[in-house]
C-alpha cells in the first residue's frame, strides 16, 4: 500500500435480501478503489446505484459481506479474518443529508460532541469548536438549538462537526440534497474552499454531476454497483469508456457505426447519415469493420449557413427546436431522420424551421468501442 | 376558505339545491354543537360534582371533610404507600420499557412478535387477571413458583420462598403493569428518532452505550416525561392490582381507600373519597402541567427518519441476555399467570401438586352455567362495549370533523374535552359519575345507562384519537377536488370522506370495544349484581367466591379478550395510541 493512500477498498461486495423474498440485490458489487491524501473522490450515480450503501460500508455503519477496507493503512473491515471495527473506532468524519445534528444539544455541544467522545482536554475544547464554528461562517451561534436555525446553517454546523474533530478523513452523504439551490451553490463552494484550506481526505457521495464535477480531484461513476469508470472530471467527459458515462456526464450525441477506413492518424466511421471522419485513437488502434459509437458533445458541433471548411464533416439538416437557456442556446437539428443536439452561443443561433449545415471537427469526436 | 366560497359563489346550481345543502351543512353544524355541549357536559360536570362534593357539601365552602381526611388514622400510610409503590415501579418500569423498546427498536436483538404483542398485554391479559394468577404463583405454600422453587432448591439444600403479598411483591406487579404503557410510547418515539443521529453519534467516536445515553435518551425525553406522567396516572388509579395484591399484602393504598369509603363504610364517606380523588387529579394535573412546560420548553424538533436505513446496533454475546429478558418480562407479563390461571381453573382443588388426571371443567360449568349472574355479566358486558364502542366513535369523529372544519370556541373546547378524560384515573372518572349521576336529579344509579355513559367518557380520548387520525387521512385537496369534479356535499362524503375514514374508525371501534369489555375500575364500582359486568363479577368472586371459580372466571375473561383482539387484529390493522 503506498505511502499518501488514505482509504484503500479492495474486492468490497454487500448484499441485501429482498424483504419480500424475491431475491438478492447486490447494491456494492465487487468495488476496488482508493483515495489518496487531501484527495476528494466523488462517487456519482443515480439513486439506487449503490453509492450511499458504499459510503455506509466504509463508514462503518453497514457490514459488507466481502473484501477488505484499510483506512490510513488499518484494516477496518476483512471479511476472511471476520475483522471488523466498528464506526466509533475507524477515526473518520461524516457529513449526513439529513444533517443528523442532536435537538437537544445546542450548536456547541454539537460540535464538541466528536472532541469530547475522543477525550479532547477542556481546555483545548472550546478554542477548537468556536474555530470550527468561525471557518463555516457561524460565529456567536454556538448557543442556539439546530431548530432555531435555517437549513443551509444546520449543514454549516454538520461540516463544523465534522471539521472540528481531529480526524482528517470526511464523508458526505449527499449533504447538499436538502438545502434550495442558491445556498447549495454556496455550501459547495465552501466544502471545496475548506478542502482546499484544511487539506482533509473526502469521500463524496452525490446524484449530482455538477456538484461532483465542482468539487472531485477524482470522480467515481457507480452503475448498478459497480465502478464504471474512474478518473478526473475532464477525463470522464472528454473519454467516456462506455455510453453510460458518456450520458451521464454532460449531454451527448451518441451515433453507431463501422469502421469504413483506418489510417494512421485518422479513421472515417460509417454511420446512418453518412461518413464521418474522427482521430485515430492513442491507445487503441481501429482497423477496419471494427464496430464503434461516435460521441459527438453538442458545444463541438457547429450550425454554418453553408459548408466552410473542408478539413471537417458537414451534413444538410432543419432546426428541429430551439430552446434559449441563458449563457447557450440548445438547438436539436434534424439530418436525414436522425436528431443532433448542438449548443451554441445565443449570438449563433439559427431560428427553428430554417435549413442549415451542422458542421463536425474531427478533432473534437470520441470514438467508444463497440455498442451498449 | 376563499377559494372553497368562490367555487361555491360560481356554482349556477339552482337555488332549491344550493338551499338543501345549506340545510344539510347546518344539520350537521346543529348536531356537532349539540354533541359538543353534551360531551363538555358528561366530562365537566362529574368533576365539578367531585369538586362540590368535597368543598361545598351543603352550598357553601365547607372543609369538614377535608379534616376528615387529615384527621382519619389511614392517611399517612395510605398516602405514604401509594406514593412509595406508584414511584418504585415507575422508577423501575421507565428504564426497563424504554431497555426493551431500544433493543426492540435499533438492535439486532429485536425479536418481531415481542415488538408487536408487548404493547398490547395489558388488552390481552387484563390486570386483574395477571394480578390474580401471580397470587396462584407466588403464595408461600401452593404457588406453583414456589413449588417448581422447592423442587429445583431441595435436593441443593437450599429453601427460598417467594410471595407476591410483600412489599416486593406489590411493586413487582405494578412495574409489570406499568412497562408496556412505557415500551408504547418509547418505542413509538425511538421509530420516530432519524437514526442518522445515533449513526453521526457512532462516527464522532461514541460508543453503543454512549450513543444510548448521551444521544438516543435525551433526544427522546419529551417521551420519557410522557411515559412517567402515564406510569403515574396509571398507578394512582390502579385498582385491579391494589385490591387482589397490595390489600393481601396488608397495603392500603388510595384506590383500595376510596372503594372502601365507598362500598364498605355505611353510610358511604362520599366527602372523604372525592377528597381523595381530588388529590389524585391534582397530582396527574401538575404532572401534566410539567410535562407541558418541560416538552414546550426543550429543543425537541425531530427531522423525519428513514428507518429503512437504519444501521441495526450489532450488541454481540449481549444480544442473547438481551433477549432472554425480553422473554423473562413477557412471561412473566402473560405466560405465567395465564398458566397459573388455567391450572387452577381446570383442578379440582387450588394445589401446589400438578396433576392433568384430575383436570375437571367443574369450574367453568360453576362460574359460566350455574352462576346466573355470570352469564349476564358476560352479555352485559359484550352489549356494553358494542354499543359504547359505537357511541364513543361515532361522538368522536363528528367533534373531529367539527373541530376541522369550524375555528369556533366550542369546536376547540369539545376537541380538548374529548382528551381530558386521559388524564383522569379510570376510579376519579367512576366516581365522579356516581356522585353526579347516580342520584337526583338523574337518578341512574344501578342502571346500564350509567355504566354506559361512564365507559363511553372514560375511552374518549382513544376514540378521539382514531377519529382524529382517520379525518387527518383526508387532505383538503381530496375534498377539493371531488368539489371540482361537480360533486355535491353529500356525493364528497359518500364518495370520498367515508371511505377514506371507514379503516381508521374500524380499528378505533375494535380498540374501544376491547377496552370496555375488559374494564374493571369502573364496572366494579358502577354496577351491581343486578346490572351485573365482567370487572364486577370478578372483583366480588375475590371477595367471596372459590379459587377454582376466580381462575375460570378471570382465565375465561382474559381469553375473551384474546378471542376479540384476534378477530379486530384480523379486521383492521389495530393501532394503540396514547393519547
Redesign the interface.
Known amino acids: 500500500m503506498s505511502q499518501n493512500e488514505r482509504i484503500r477498498v479492495v474486492s468490497l461486495t454487500k448484499r441485501f435480501t429482498r424483504r419480500d423474498g424475491g431475491g438478492e440485490v447486490v447494491p456494492v458489487d465487487n468495488v476496488s478503489f482508493s483515495v489518496g491524501d487531501r484527495e476528494m473522490v466523488v462517487l456519482l450515480g443515480p439513486s439506487g446505484c449503490g453509492k450511499t450503501t458504499l459510503l455506509?460500508c466504509i463508514?462503518?455503519?453497514?457490514?459488507p459481506d466481502s473484501g477488505q477496507i484499510f483506512i490510513d493503512g488499518r484494516l477496518v473491515f476483512d471479511s476472511a479474518s471476520n475483522i471488523f471495527v466498528?464506526?466509533?473506532?475507524?477515526?473518520?468524519?461524516?457529513v449526513?443529508?439529513?444533517?443528523?445534528?442532536?435537538?437537544?444539544?445546542t450548536v456547541f455541544d454539537n460540535v464538541a460532541?466528536?472532541l469530547t467522545?475522543?477525550n479532547v482536554p477542556r481546555r483545548d475544547l472550546r478554542s477548537r469548536v468556536i474555530e470550527a464554528l468561525g471557518v463555516v461562517g457561524l460565529s456567536g451561534l454556538d448557543s442556539q438549538?439546530?431548530?432555531?436555525l435555517s437549513g443551509g446553517q444546520q449543514q454549516r454546523v454538520?461540516l463544523a462537526?465534522a471539521v472540528a474533530?481531529q480526524t482528517t478523513t470526511i464523508?458526505f452523504d449527499e449533504p447538499l440534497s436538502n438545502v434550495d439551490a442558491k445556498v447549495r451553490e454556496q455550501l459547495r463552494n465552501e466544502i471545496q474552499r475548506l478542502q482546499q484550506s484544511l487539506g482533509f481526505t473526502g469521500l463524496y457521495v452525490t446524484h449530482d454531476q455538477v456538484e461532483a464535477m465542482a468539487l472531485a480531484h477524482r470522480i467515481g461513476l457507480l452503475r448498478e454497483g459497480r465502478i464504471e469508470q474512474i478518473g478526473s472530471g475532464k477525463d470522464l467527459y472528454w473519454n467516456p469508456r462506455t455510453e453510460y458515462v458518456a450520458n451521464f456526464v454532460g449531454s451527448a450525441n451518441l451515433w453507431k457505426g463501422k469502421i469504413k477506413a483506418s489510417e494512421r492518424d485518422s479513421v472515417i466511421v460509417q454511420t446512418d447519415f453518412g461518413l464521418l471522419k474522427a482521430k485515430q485513437p492513442v491507445q487503441q488502434r481501429y482497423s477496419v469493420g471494427d464496430s464503434v459509437t461516435v460521441l459527438a458533445r453538442p458545444e463541438v458541433i457547429k450550425l454554418v449557413e453553408s459548408p466552410v471548411d473542408t478539413l471537417n464533416c458537414s451534413f444538410a439538416g432543419t432546426v428541429k427546436h430551439r430552446s434559449f437557456l441563458g449563457a447557450y442556446v440548445e438547438t436539436t437539428v434534424a439530418v436525414s431522420d436522425r436528431l443532433v443536439r448542438v449548443a451554441s452561443t445565443a449570438m449563433d443561433s439559427v431560428p427553428e424551421g430554417e435549413n442549415v449545415f451542422v458542421e463536425i471537427n474531427p478533432q473534437h469526436l470520441v470514438l467508444l468501442s463497440g455498442h451498449d | 376558505m376563499t377559494e372553497s366560497s368562490s367555487i361555491r359563489g360560481g356554482n349556477v346550481t339552482a337555488s332549491a339545491a344550493r338551499g338543501s345543502i345549506r340545510w344539510r351543512t347546518s344539520l350537521f353544524g346543529l348536531a356537532s354543537i349539540a354533541l359538543s355541549i353534551l360531551v363538555v357536559f358528561l366530562v365537566l360536570f362529574p368533576l365539578l360534582r367531585l369538586l362540590e362534593i368535597s368543598f361545598f357539601p351543603a352550598g357553601v365552602f365547607d372543609v369538614s371533610a377535608l379534616r376528615d381526611v387529615i384527621g382519619s388514622a389511614w392517611l399517612i400510610d395510605t398516602v405514604s404507600n401509594t406514593l412509595i409503590v406508584v414511584a418504585v415501579s415507575g422508577t423501575i418500569a421507565i428504564p426497563a420499557g424504554s431497555l426493551l423498546a431500544w433493543l426492540n427498536e435499533r438492535t439486532d436483538a429485536s425479536l418481531r412478535s415481542v415488538g408487536e404483542l408487548l404493547p398490547l398485554i395489558p388488552i390481552l391479559v387484563p390486570s386483574i387477571a395477571m394480578a390474580i394468577g401471580w397470587v396462584f404463583l407466588a403464595s408461600p405454600g401452593s404457588g406453583f413458583l414456589n413449588g417448581a422453587l422447592t423442587w429445583l432448591l431441595l435436593p441443593l439444600g437450599y429453601e427460598a420462598t417467594i410471595d407476591i403479598a410483600t412489599w416486593p411483591g406489590v411493586i413487582f406487579a405494578f412495574t409489570i403493569n406499568a412497562i408496556p404503557y412505557v415500551y408504547l410510547v418509547v418505542s413509538g418515539a425511538l421509530r420516530n428518532l432519524?437514526p442518522?443521529?445515533e449513526?453521526?453519534?457512532?462516527?464522532?467516536?461514541?460508543?453503543?452505550w454512549?450513543t444510548f445515553r448521551?444521544?438516543s435518551v435525551?433526544?427522546i425525553?419529551p417521551a420519557l416525561a410522557a411515559a412517567a406522567l402515564l406510569v403515574t396516572i396509571i398507578g394512582f388509579g390502579n385498582y385491579s392490582i391494589a385490591i387482589i395484591v397490595a390489600q393481601r399484602a396488608g397495603i392500603d393504598v388510595i384506590s383500595v381507600r376510596i372503594f372502601q369509603l365507598l362500598t364498605v363504610d355505611y353510610p358511604p364517606r362520599f366527602g372523604q373519597a372525592t377528597v381523595l380523588c381530588i388529590f389524585v387529579l391534582g397530582i396527574a394535573s401538575s404532572l401534566w402541567l410539567l410535562q407541558r412546560h418541560f416538552a414546550q420548553k426543550?429543543?425537541?424538533?425531530?427531522?423525519g427518519g428513514?428507518a429503512s436505513q437504519a444501521?441495526v446496533v450489532?450488541l454481540g454475546r449481549w444480544k442473547w441476555a438481551a433477549r432472554v429478558c425480553m422473554l423473562v418480562y413477557f412471561a412473566c407479563a402473560t405466560l405465567l399467570p395465564l398458566f397459573a390461571l388455567a391450572v387452577v381453573a381446570l383442578q379440582p382443588f387450588w394445589n401446589v401438586a400438578i396433576s392433568p388426571s384430575e383436570f375437571t371443567l367443574d369450574n367453568f360449568r360453576t362460574a359460566f352455567v350455574e352462576h346466573y349472574v355470570t352469564r349476564q355479566a358476560f352479555l352485559n358486558s359484550l352489549l356494553l362495549a358494542a354499543a359504547g364502542g359505537l357511541a364513543a366513535i361515532g361522538v368522536g369523529s363528528v367533534i373531529a370533523l367539527y373541530a376541522r372544519q369550524s375555528r369556533s370556541a366550542l369546536a376547540k373546547l369539545a376537541d380538548g374535552v374529548t382528551k381530558l378524560p386521559a388524564l383522569f384515573s379510570h376510579l376519579s372518572l367512576a366516581v365522579g359519575f356516581l356522585v353526579a349521576f347516580a342520584a337526583a336529579p338523574f337518578h341512574l344509579g344501578g342502571t346500564t345507562w350509567l355504566l354506559l355513559l361512564a365507559y363511553v367518557v372514560i375511552f374518549m380520548p382513544e376514540a378521539s384519537i382514531a377519529a382524529n387520525a382517520a379525518v387527518a387521512q383526508i387532505g383538503n385537496e381530496l375534498i377539493e377536488a371531488s368539489a371540482i369534479c361537480g360533486a355535491s356535499e353529500g356525493r364528497t362524503f359518500r364518495k370520498v370522506i367515508a371511505p377514506l375514514m371507514l379503516p381508521a374508525l374500524v380499528s378505533g371501534y375494535a380498540l374501544v370495544f376491547i377496552l370496555i369489555s375488559g374494564e374493571v375500575t369502573a364496572s366494579a364500582l358502577l354496577a351491581t349484581n343486578d346490572r351485573p359486568v365482567i370487572g364486577y363479577v370478578i372483583r366480588s368472586t375475590w371477595d367471596g367466591g372459590s379459587f377454582g371459580t376466580l381462575a375460570a372466571l378471570a382465565g375465561g375473561f382474559a381469553f375473551m379478550n384474546c378471542i376479540v383482539a384476534l378477530i379486530s387484529f384480523k379486521l383492521g390493522k389495530m393501532r394503540l395510541r396514547i393519547p
Open positions: 455506509r463508514a462503518g455503519l453497514e457490514r466498528p464506526p466509533e473506532k475507524r477515526f473518520v468524519s461524516m449526513f443529508q439529513g444533517y443528523a445534528l442532536w435537538p437537544h444539544m460532541y466528536p467522545c475522543r438549538y439546530p431548530n432555531q454538520a462537526r474533530s464523508f | 432519524d442518522a443521529m449513526e453521526a453519534s457512532r462516527i464522532s467516536g461514541a460508543g453503543t454512549q448521551r444521544v435525551p433526544a425525553k426543550g429543543n425537541f424538533a425531530v427531522i428513514r444501521s450489532q
